[in-house]
């Protein structure tokens, strides 16, 4: 063993479930037979118990703190995936026959929007397709619905590579927003928000775990049809006590939120965040051969989506990176090219080596 | 370090989620940084990737073999639990106003039936609760309905320590059992049943994770109202890629179903099963001190539950077991008393340490 070199890093861009913070795996490993000297893994501690509950409140405190929660929101700790929101968000918030406002920037609002579509009378209040969502529709072009149970949004849009980096004002109607590929990577105004809810899979942990950040006045008893273990009511009411909760997820977020806390908060992830995008955007912008379709003022700093000039060198690209250890660079199968996804685990010298990497590729094929 | 000897063993006896195989969780430690040279943690791969979808497939695999599950059963990998599955079954199984026949055996049934009656009308084909649930009810005595869309059972009351020892035949009506607290510790004649559901956190792995192994026939479009995420049809139509799947537990998962193989399969966990739970049902009913008040037939190889005659002896025993490394064997709080849940990764010498002990507490107290 001793006589082997350490191997060259391996950076992983996917989309997610993606990249995560070393320092929280080793620990993981660290912890995994045997949690704080309790002689259990966390996969084995009953929910109820002690350890658990204590490792769960820190996590949603934790959680409290890196966002400035308010105290007239709740945290919950669910399962199924952003995906499974889709339905639950109108199930749990929208009488039947109810109006909710979406606003269409992309492949995720798309999606929120057919499934919405099962449950409610879903306005479009504007739509970035026409323009091939390579940007957010202004403001001054939404129709909104007054009456609309909510508006929803979706903060980032991982297939695109498009972001919001303002907030609409809705007035009266909750704002909701999907901000499961952004969460955390950034502060965040939560008391502009009626709902926030983010699969964990990009910058929380593992996937399944699923948070929905609610104001308390939005949590009320919701259609009959639902699942009990899907009603935010029940879910808040119990403390995420109804059912088994996926605890060893809630731990490993626990250590990521922890980490954050280290490394300086979400201020100090945004300042990172932007410096990593910054650089990659503008070695793409620079070059001929790479194209960032994206309007300049709405791209995504955790999912920088480009091609290649030259399509058909693509695949060549992307074999060519993966054999340096630039791992899942392959766009979204909606849009192709290329896709490297900068959540807040992602070190900068990732993003150095992907722009070197760039650089020289295009050299080659200049 | 090299100072410190090593800690006693310590023996966790919770109901779930509980213990897992010290050879499983080895395994994760050992490939939780990096899974077999790819530079990646299994919780960071995505999901559509080569490295997780050899995972899955693998899992998949592995457990057909281990169960003998037939080929024209499909196996699917959920989230959520068996507590989703109370509302998602019959969403997926049964037609507005059809009904289904239901056996009360103990508290898991009786939350099965309460949340099928929010989506069908149930009828209590039989039930324990009269004999205060010491017993599973003679199949003599079941009213069946020949027009129900299902029959469904508890095969083992994790919170009263009943199991089924036999399989009722119910003719053209789809068996179907949650198997949540059994599954995987005897072999199964899977081709008896429609459908079978099970979380994970017993014998399978990570809680959230929920396997449902169902007849082709009965894979069909699930109602209106139900979540695209959560129809059995649309999970078996796209192999569970529909959404994120619970990428780590199935990890884990597919680790316990290779240690199953490895120690000898369903019949060797069953005769292992067997006898840790007949030792400690034997030093319980020799005893005067201890009760077990289930009828013997019916006793559950997996939750040993047990009360001390002197109740009020409980909390003194309970904080003793603990401080030896005996841990989580308080009963339910529905039931009180004591329970030793023996799953199959607890190992004879738990059982032989448990049985010690309370021949100590009770010749101490006698």
């Not at 964990?200 to 009320?220: E, H, S, Y």
């Amino acid at each position: 063993m001793a006589c082997i070199s350490s191997p060259d890093p391996v950076y992983n861009f996917a989309a997610g479930p993606g990249i995560m913070p070393r320092e929280v795996l080793r620990q993981a490993r660290e912890e995994l037979l045997d949690w704080q000297g309790s002689g259990m893994s966390v996969m084995e501690m009953p929910f109820t118990g002690e350890e658990f509950q204590a490792i769960q409140r820190q996590a949603q405190q934790d959680l409290r703190e890196l966002l400035g929660v308010p105290d007239d929101y709740r945290i919950l700790f669910l399962q199924g995936g952003a995906s499974a929101q889709f339905s639950l968000l109108p199930m749990n918030l929208l009488p039947p026959g109810a109006t909710a406002d979406y606003v269409d920037t992309g492949h995720w609002s798309r999606k929120a929007i057919a499934e919405g579509r099962r449950y409610a009378r879903i306005n479009v209040a504007a739509s970035g397709e026409a323009r091939g969502y390579r940007q957010v529709p202004d403001l001054a072009s939404w129709r909104l619905d007054p009456q609309a149970g909510y508006c929803h949004i979706t903060s980032n849009e991982t297939a695109d590579g498009l972001a919001y980096h303002w907030l609409p004002e809705t007035g009266e109607v909750p704002l909701v927003a999907d901000m499961t590929s952004d969460f955390l990577s950034r502060p965040l105004a939560v008391e502009r928000f009626g709902v926030i809810y983010a699969g964990a899979q990009k910058n929380i942990g593992p996937a399944g775990l699923t948070i929905v950040i609610i104001r308390d006045d939005l949590i009320r008893p919701a259609r009959p049809e639902t699942p009990s273990a899907f009603s935010y009511q029940v879910q808040a009411d119990s403390n995420g006590r109804f059912n088994t909760p996926l605890t060893y997820a809630v731990y490993i977020a626990g250590l990521v939120f922890r980490w954050l806390r280290r490394e300086g908060g979400l201020a100090a992830m945004a300042e990172r965040n932007r410096r990593k995008s910054d650089k990659l955007y503008a070695a793409i912008d620079r070059s001929d051969f790479y194209v960032c379709p994206q309007h300049a003022a709405d791209r995504s700093r955790m999912n920088v989506c480009f091609h290649l000039a030259e399509a058909s060198l693509t695949a060549e690209c992307l074999q060519q990176a993966g054999a340096q250890g630039l791992l899942n660079l392959k766009g979204h199968p909606a849009n192709g090219g290329l896709r490297a996804s900068l959540y807040n685990a992602m070190p900068e010298a990732g993003v150095d080596a992907l722009i070197a990497f760039l650089q020289a590729f295009a050299a080659r094929h200049a």
